[in-house]
């Protein structure tokens, strides 16, 4: 299995409180994703980074924001937490050396983070 | 219209039946496509890949059409175990941005 970490695994929190969620990985992958998901939506994606300090928005990145200082950490950070987003994410990451050949596209996710907020 | 669309099911079949699923795309750029499996309240993970020719491991069976844009998983001899939600995965050409399906649940029952 691919060495991704999430932490926290679970959190309660309260509504307008920040809430920094970490991704870590050991494999030296190019590619990290922030996923949600939610009964009824299955994953949509946050937010994305091909390579340190290189991130981009996903299709559901309003009030979240990602930071990338170096290949391994991947941080979502929700400034001031809402009830809409209580929800589990994942973060995942993707084999690439940078040839397409070798590129299998495959995600690699990690066991996900639950999140409540009151 | 979602990109990815999946029937969410649940499908509800005996042991030792066979089940096919299928997922539509929409956008005919789409060039890279996957099957994952999630059970309930874990991590998605890759099931397999589907390449224009079609693939086989064991019980499964993913195929391509390009002119249908659609991708199906058959799974033959059903186990109890393979009582899971089934992810449709789509990327398309030159993008690293999997698109999801919201999943097709399958259970799996004596």
């Known amino acids: 299995d691919a060495g991704i970490t999430q932490s926290p695994r679970h959190k309660v929190t309260e509504t307008g409180t920040p809430v920094t969620l970490r991704c870590h990985q050991t494999?030296?992958?190019?590619?990290m994703y922030w996923y949600r998901q939610d009964p009824g939506h299955g994953l949509r994606l946050i937010h994305y980074?091909?390579?340190?300090?290189?991130?981009d928005k996903g299709e559901v990145s309003d009030g979240y924001s990602v930071s990338r200082s170096k290949t391994e950490d991947f941080l979502l950070t929700l400034e001031s937490a809402t009830s809409s987003q209580t929800s589990v994410y994942f973060c995942?990451?993707?084999?690439?050396?940078?040839?397409?050949?070798?590129?299998?596209?495959?995600?690699?996710f990690g066991e996900g983070s639950r999140l409540t907020v009151l | 219209r979602k990109e990815v669309e999946q029937d969410p099911g649940p499908f509800n079949v005996p042991e030792g039946a066979t089940v096919a699923f299928n997922c539509t795309y929409s956008?005919?750029?789409?060039?890279?496509f996957f099957w994952y499996r999630q059970d309930c309240r874990k991590e998605p993970k890759l099931l397999m890949s589907?390449?224009?020719s079609g693939n086989e491991d064991g019980r499964f069976t993913a195929q391509l059409n390009r002119a249908s844009q659609y991708i199906s998983l058959l799974i033959r001899d059903s186990k109890l175990s393979d009582s899971a939600t089934y992810l449709c995965?789509?990327?398309?050409?030159?993008?690293?941005?999997?698109?999801f399906g919201r999943g097709t649940s399958l259970i799996v029952h004596p």
């Open positions: 494999e030296n992958h190019r590619y």
């Open positions: 980074s091909y390579g340190v300090k290189d991130t």
């Open positions: 995942a990451i993707s084999e690439s050396s940078g040839l397409a050949r070798a590129n299998t596209g495959e995600l690699f």
């Open positions: 956008n005919s750029a789409s060039q890279s």
């Open positions: 589907v390449y224009s």
């Open positions: 995965v789509v990327n398309i050409g030159g993008s690293y941005i999997p698109t």
